[in-house]
């Protein structure tokens, strides 16, 4: 099995600022950044990534974009048959701006590289079909001309409606807000053609307030419901549009403000709020918001029920752990649905501290309802500086027949120059041949639940008791009686001293079980000894290796004779060896071949002893 969570990391040569995935997640990512306007030395770039591998992230196709230009501030990309249309913000030069002409969403032709096939086990490369490209195929200008003498507005976010999956293709629209605008603007357009002209546009909105973000759901047949942030209030707005007729109806006529954060504290004093940082969908009618407290005291997630008409109610609050000060962006994945409906969704919330922390939460469709969010993981340290996107790869149900690992990713860029793709391992619900996958599985979020809730009544109790003996000696005693034989053996403090020698075996021995290759070569460095780390080659068809931790080395050779250490293998035996540890993502090219140094290698029929025996045959 894969496990739970693995990364891969690539610098790039300039500051990133947008990211976005393939929308029917064919393997490919798209980023985009740069210097801005001006500034010497720093390239603003938009750059196609290959994702398709779990244990390398790879350069498929860049752009060098002008540098009299603005960075690429906002990303969103649109299916096409040999790759992509990518739609960008990028503000034209100061000069244009002034003379009132800023072309701010602009429109690439992403191609994708043709993949390397496999015939026999052999490779069969096109040179020239290795490399993608990048291409500019318009420029737009949707928003108002910006005012005053030094222009500030920018395309702060753009989104595009969720792509389905269907024989036909799904036609999407598309939403740009602006940013430092003096008069703030949501603009609504139709993604269906590019570049995109003034007919192209369903509908313009003034806003009182900057949109910090903004999110589409797919409602009906041409009918899309849009929901924005501002720093203290929720709006909505649905517009169903006819793509042929270019007819379109809003309801209501003007946004609707769902929820606004008080202003007065429980006393009627006035208090300084907090703000409103992302917004989601998970339903038709169910909102998920991030906001952060005042003077980055934490940041906290928001369930919203959104009702026809009126305001929305708030279902339930997750406070964030207290080493996020201030959350800097979040994204949702929603895995597949079972025939109910019900599924799971993955929440990914990024920290001015430079960690993600990975959240689950289930929902039930027959009763709409959620479960409290779970805590999955906690990410820390992903990149070298501030974070400034994260993006999750849709999820689409896989092919019942197929026996693949099922598994998602998610992608974190940073003005470090540095993108990030996590890889988090999904499991299926139940052995049903359409099941649906999910995270972390309810069934054992639940027992986790009872047993910690178990061991809290437990620790109760016996504290209880052993006050009541030191004050009551004698009904201390009696109700000490009263325990299960076990806890009253743990209580003995004889019987504690024989336990903890056992207990610490038992648990060194469960950790070496659970970990990696990696954790495991860092623990026996520091016991050293006669222990020795054995790596068996996997079964024929399988990634998987095997990792076990033998108590003498030198009796396991005598009855091991394939077993062998990393100086002592043969060319084409190290070269097999590299290619399965890179496929089990246990090891990179970057972390050098010193580590594998105090491993015995040991083949068993499997990769090693195949690759072997083919290549002594073809000599």
């Not at 919203?304 to 997750?318: E, I």
């Not at 043969?570 to 993502?585: C, T």
């Amino acid at each position: 099995m894969a496990p739970p969570v693995s990364f891969t990391k690539l610098t790039l040569s300039y500051p990133i600022y947008s990211v976005d995935f393939d929308p029917y997640n064919r393997g490919y990512l798209v980023v985009g950044g740069g210097g801005g306007e001006g500034r010497s030395g720093v390239s603003n770039k938009l750059t196609l990534l290959d994702t398709s591998s779990r244990s390398t992230l790879s350069v498929a196709g860049e752009i060098e974009l002008s540098r009299d230009e603005d960075s690429v501030t906002s990303l969103a990309n649109l299916a096409s048959k040999d790759g992509l249309i990518s739609l960008t913000g990028i503000n034209s030069s100061e000069a244009d701006q002034k003379a009132g002409k800023n072309e701010h969403l602009r429109a690439f032709d992403v191609r994708y590289p043709k993949r390397r096939r496999r015939n026999n086990d052999k490779e069969e490369t096109d040179v020239k079909d290795t490399e993608g490209s990048i291409a500019l195929i318009g420029k737009s200008s949707l928003f108002k001309p910006a005012q005053g003498p030094k222009p500030e507005q920018y395309q702060r976010v753009l989104k595009l409606s969720p792509a389905r999956r269907s024989e036909t293709g799904s036609k999407r629209i598309g939403v740009a807000a602006t940013g430092l605008a003096k008069q703030s603007q949501l603009v609504v357009f139709d993604a269906t053609k590019t570049p995109v002209k003034d007919a192209d546009v369903i509908n313009r909105v003034d806003l009182d307030d900057e949109a910090a973000d903004l999110d589409i759901r797919d409602t009906g047949a041409q009918e899309f419901s849009i929901a924005w942030c501002s720093d203290y209030s929720v709006y909505e707005q649905t517009v169903a549009y006819d793509f042929q007729s270019k007819k379109k109806e809003l309801t209501p006529k003007g946004p609707r403000n769902i929820h606004t954060l008080s202003k007065e504290a429980d006393g009627g004093q006035s208090k300084i709020r907090a703000k409103y940082r992302s917004i989601r969908f998970l339903t038709n009618h169910h909102l998920l918001v991030l906001s952060n407290s005042p003077n980055k005291s934490g940041a906290e997630l928001s369930i919203m029920h959104v009702y026809p008409t009126g305001p929305a109610a708030v279902l339930f609050h997750k406070v964030l752990p207290s080493h996020i000060k201030q959350a800097v962006g979040m994204d949702v994945c929603a895995l597949d649905p079972d025939d109910k409906g019900s599924r799971q969704f993955i929440i990914a919330v990024a920290g001015q501290d430079i960690s993600i922390e990975v959240f689950t939460i289930n929902y039930a469709r027959q009763t709409d309802t959620f479960t409290p969010f779970k805590n999955f993981t906690t990410l820390r340290n992903v990149h070298p500086l501030q974070m400034t996107a994260i993006k999750f790869a849709p999820f689409f149900s896989p092919d019942p027949k197929s026996s693949k690992d099922q598994y998602i990713q998610l992608a974190s860029v940073s003005m470090g120059n540095t993108v990030v793709v996590e890889t988090l391992a999904l499991q299926p619900f139940d052995q049903k041949p359409k099941t649906r996958f999910v995270l972390s599985h309810p069934a054992d979020e639940r027992w986790n639940q009872t047993a910690y809730i178990g061991l809290i009544s437990l620790i109760v109790l016996v504290t209880a008791i052993l006050l009541q003996s030191m004050f009551f000696p004698e009904q201390g005693q009696a109700l000490m009686q009263k325990l299960p034989p076990p806890i009253r053996s743990m209580l003995d403090g004889s019987a504690a001293q024989r336990l903890r020698p056992a207990a610490r075996n038992a648990q060194q021995e469960a950790f070496e079980a659970a970990r990696g290759l990696r954790d495991i070569l860092h623990l026996h460095r520091k016991e050293g000894g006669t222990k020795a780390v054995v790596l068996r080659s996997p079964p024929q068809g399988s990634t998987a290796l095997d990792v076990e931790v033998i108590p003498d080395k030198a009796a396991y050779l005598k009855k091991d004779d394939q077993a062998r250490h990393w100086h002592e293998l043969e060319e084409h035996e190290k070269h097999s060896w590299r290619e399965a540890l890179i496929s089990a993502g246990e090891w990179t090219v970057d972390e050098g071949e010193a580590v594998l140094k105090g491993i015995l290698f040991s083949s068993y029929a499997g990769l090693v002893g195949q690759v072997a025996g083919e290549a002594i045959r073809g000599m």
